[in-house]
């Protein structure tokens, strides 16, 4: 238990290490399971992508989406990516922790807005 709680002073933790390891296992699980899931509904759709570089593990170029999701990138060799550049992607698959998506072309913020409108709910 977490020290300087209420918990800590006034009860016995009797769980034992094993069960409270399964619980673990399984809130993970389900929020893996579910984070997939709504990743999901990105797969097949156009996307616009902040590129960053390439990863420091394995040289994969990747960015970020207007929702903060990781996105892995193929990039066609026509294709020249500056970090900083916006680019369009059509996304190919979706885990429960990033997207993996095909580079399209490079463009603006604005350029990529006047082609695909969002929603606005304050109208």
């Known amino acids: 238990m977490r020290e300087k709680t209420h918990a800590h002073r006034k009860y016995q933790d009797d769980v034992p290490a094993d069960v409270k390891s399964r ?11 579910s984070a997939k899931g709504r990743n999901q509904r990105f797969v097949g759709t156009q996307g616009l992508v902040l590129y960053e570089g390439l990863t420091k593990r394995h040289s994969r170029p990747f960015g970020s989406d207007d929702y903060g999701h990781k996105v892995f990138l193929d990039v066609p060799p026509n294709l020249s ?34 082609e695909h409108p969002q929603v606005s709910f304050g109208q």
């Open 81 to 114: 990516l500056q970090p900083g550049q916006y680019v369009r992607v059509h996304v190919d698959a979706a885990s429960s922790t990033s997207l993996s998506a095909t580079a399209v072309a490079t463009t603006t913020q604005a350029e990529y807005y006047d």
């Open 23 to 33: 619980r673990l296992q399984e809130i993970i699980a389900t929020f893996h399971a």
